[in-house]
């Protein structure tokens, strides 16, 4: 399983994360498809990936926030 797919499952699925994260469901479905959290994330802009951590961490399925921001960094395009 791709480790954003699972981390947003750990974490109670795409409603409970859009929630957690101030998204609604469909950002969050559309970060599962391109398989990577926003670029905002990597600029310091946001901190999704510590709310997901966190909401994961509250239903028992801990991880690490940082090995999120590592699996799920975005591609880079061949523009």
């Known amino acids: ?3 954003l797919k699972k981390s947003i499952d750990d974490a109670g699925g795409v409603p409970a994360v ?3 994260c101030g998204k ?5 479905y559309k970060w599962l ?3 990577a959290l ?3 994330e990597y ?3 946001t901190q999704y990936a510590k709310k997901i951590s966190d909401l994961a961490a509250s239903k028992g399925k801990p991880f690490d926030s940082a ?3 590592a699996e ?3 591609k880079k395009s061949a523009a």
Request: glycine share 4%; aromatic share 4%.
């Open 38 to 40: 926003p670029r905002t």
């Open 72 to 74: 799920a960094h975005p």
């Open 18 to 20: 859009a929630l957690a």
């Open 24 to 28: 609604t469901p469909r950002a969050i």
């Open 43 to 45: 600029t310091g802009e």
């Open 67 to 69: 090995w999120l921001l």
């Open 33 to 35: 498809v391109a398989d």
């Open 1 to 3: 399983m791709r480790p």
